[in-house]
């Protein structure tokens, strides 16, 4: 079994910061990529960043390049939010491609999804 846990979600005034992190644990052979999506209601979901850990390439939305940074650190990554905005106001979810040692196949696991809300 494979967890993505994610935490840092929170309340933020506009121009304001949050770190949001995800740890991945369980039955873990290797990582291929981690990234962050959010979603509002009534939306679909996005993909915010992604980190691809084979290769170290790293991908933005064009709505939070220059705001956000996506880091990581082993088995976690992490999302450092500045400058927020009301528009980022989101349910904000990880999402990992992962190979377990269960199934030696790649897998798309999701974390369960962290509130962010921006006010005015």
């Known amino acids: 079994q494979v967890q993505l846990v994610e935490s840092g979600g929170g309340l933020v005034q506009a121009g304001g910061s949050l770190r949001l992190s995800c740890a991945a644990s369980?039955?873990?052979?290797?990582?291929?990529?981690m990234s962050w999506y959010r979603q509002t209601p009534g939306q679909q979901r996005e993909l915010v960043a992604s980190?691809?850990?084979?290769?170290?390439n790293i991908r933005y939305a064009e709505s939070v390049k220059d705001r956000f940074t996506i880091s990581r650190d082993k088995n976690t990554i992490y999302l450092q939010m500045s400058s927020l905005e009301l528009e980022d106001t989101a349910v904000y979810f990880c999402?990992?491609?992962?190979?377990?040692?269960?199934?030696?196949?790649?897998?798309?696991?999701w974390g369960q999804g962290t509130q962010v809300t921006v006010s005015s």
């Open positions: 999402n990992a491609d992962i190979v377990s040692w269960q199934t030696q196949s790649r897998s798309t696991y």
């Open positions: 369980g039955s873990i052979f290797s990582i291929n990529s």
């Open positions: 980190f691809t850990h084979t290769s170290g």
